[in-house]
């Protein structure tokens, strides 16, 4: 039997499974969240639409409804408590065809079933001074004055370093095999190290929770992975529009946006094609030619030229089209937190606090006092004045050593995130906690000194052995200028 048993152990370090261990963190007991990546938000989280959708979309009555709009009207109290960007600049669902425009009234009255507030339609001339390069065909739009942008980058880290300050404990490279209850009446997950042995389990996996959920009940539950490619622009091209742009849903979603992000680039994208692969998550020129083609629908004249990247991203879908959130019945003490597709991120606060309702009711696990909420916002060169700069570099002249020229990262920055809570130990950790590596040229110049960062402030780590994102994505292959003996192809001096 294992040495140690949790009161709960969380599958996935996305930003449901981190803000259910967020939430949980408000009580006392024992937590774990179990992540098969080297670091938080390496799945669905990190690659989406970073839109807090308002809510009109989901049908009235469904956990996706009222999670949305609850998890919506959350979002802007945690950003502010976690330090984390968010911007409310709204949202238009933008009416192409005169037939369709009766479609806009539809989505009206749901979201004003929903509970969305402030919804209203908008004809042509309001449209065009709000948007002027809407499509030329725009007839009207659903305007939600309550959508907004977040970093979910941000966010999930966030949320992950809250907990862990407040005493939740974190597993990455931590892949869960087998799920079996035990004798005992407790939890065991097979893990590379043994086993980890638990009271509750919650199952917030994305795209592998069936996995996990078929293990344990005979009613069984199918995740399809929903594959959506991106474009991202340069920063020049961020104020192309003002709004979240997405054109009127169907059945396969909300269909290809164009939006601002918190960091000024333009989104453009996602596709949304159902794949049988769980790790799918390359691009392909079919589905990016989609992404041109259908952003130029509702937006004209979209800077294309100025992409500077492209990614896709998997979408847990289910056929119910609804999240899957409970105690599973035959199962006790396993609780399902799944099918967390779009509007995941925008409900995650509200997930949280569902999921972590669940096992606080099974568990009866009373009140921490000591809980923290607060976190405070890393340091951001951009949003200085040149006199705090220079105060802030008095005081440590890392701030003044810039690394990454495209997104103004400082040596700072950098050495802050590797020694905040959870701090990065990967390329890619530190480009989610400082956005290094994420601008025009794509890390094209950063990397190599931010390998050295690594190696010199994370205990034990040697250059050779820095990583991108965790095992079997390493940079340096050897040395060049190792001695070989004479006659060999090397220099024997």
């Known amino acids: 039997m294992a040495e140690k048993v949790y009161d709960v152990a969380i599958i996935g370090a996305g930003v449901s499974g981190c803000s259910i261990a967020r939430e949980l963190s408000r009580r006392r007991g024992s937590f774990v969240v179990l992540e098969r990546e080297d670091d938080v938000c390496c799945g669905t989280t990190k690659a989406n639409s970073a839109i807090v959708h308002a809510g009109y979309d989901a049908m009235p009555g469904s956990l996706m409804a009222r999670l949305n709009v609850e998890g919506s009207r959350l979002m802007p109290g945690l950003c502010e408590e976690l330090g984390v960007d968010l911007a409310n600049i709204g949202s238009l669902v933008v009416c192409t065809d005169p037939e369709a425009r009766p479609g806009l009234d ?291 002249p890392a701030y003044g050593r810039i690394v990454c020229r495209c997104r103004h990262i400082s040596e700072g920055q950098i050495v802050d995130a590797i020694h905040a809570p959870l701090g990065a130990r990967s390329l890619d950790a530190v480009k989610r906690r400082t956005e290094a590596c994420m601008g025009r040229c794509q890390a094209g110049f950063c990397t190599p000194k931010i390998m050295e960062i690594l190696a010199r402030e994370v205990p034990g780590l040697a250059m050779e052995d820095v990583t991108k994102c965790g095992p079997g994505s390493g940079f340096i292959v050897g040395h060049d200028k190792h001695l070989a003996p004479a006659g060999k192809g090397g220099d024997a001096r």
Not at 359 to 375: A, W
Not at 380 to 394: F, G, K, S
């Open 106 to 396: 539809d989505l009206l009255a749901r979201g004003e079933k929903n509970g969305v507030e402030g919804l209203r339609i908008v004809e042509r001339d309001e449209l065009r001074a709000m948007e002027p390069n809407i499509a030329d065909a725009a007839v009207a739009a659903l305007y939600a004055p309550t959508a907004s942008i977040v970093n979910p980058f941000q966010l999930n880290v966030a949320l992950a370093e809250n907990a862990t300050t407040n005493g939740v404990e974190f597993r990455f490279d931590c892949p869960v095999g087998s799920v079996r209850r035990g004798q005992d009446g407790l939890w065991h997950l097979g893990v590379p190290d043994g086993e980890v042995v638990a009271h509750v389990v919650v199952n917030a996996a994305g795209v592998y929770a069936d996995g996990f959920h078929n293990q344990v009940s005979a009613q069984k539950l199918t995740i399809t992975p929903r594959r959506g490619q991106y474009f991202v622009l340069d920063t020049t091209a961020g104020t192309h529009v003002r709004h979240t742009i997405f054109a009127q849903p169907t059945r396969m979603g909300k269909g290809v946006l164009v939006s601002p992000t918190t960091a000024g680039n333009l989104l453009v994208g996602p596709t949304a094609e159902d794949i049988d692969d769980k790790q799918g998550t390359d691009t392909t020129s079919e589905g990016l030619d989609e992404v041109r083609r259908k952003s130029a629908i509702t937006v004209k004249d979209v800077p294309l030229r100025e992409t500077i990247t492209s990614f896709s991203g998997l979408r847990a879908h289910q056929p119910g089209h609804d999240f899957v959130i409970g105690e599973v019945e035959g199962a006790p003490g396993f609780v399902d937190c799944a099918a967390i597709e779009s509007p995941g991120l925008s409900a995650s606060p509200a997930v949280g606090r569902m999921v972590a309702g669940i096992v606080t009711d099974i568990l009866g696990l009373p009140q921490n006092p000591s809980f923290d909420g607060h976190r405070d916002a890393p340091v951001n060169l951009e949003r200085l004045t040149p006199a705090e700069w220079a105060d802030l570099i008095a005081r440590n």
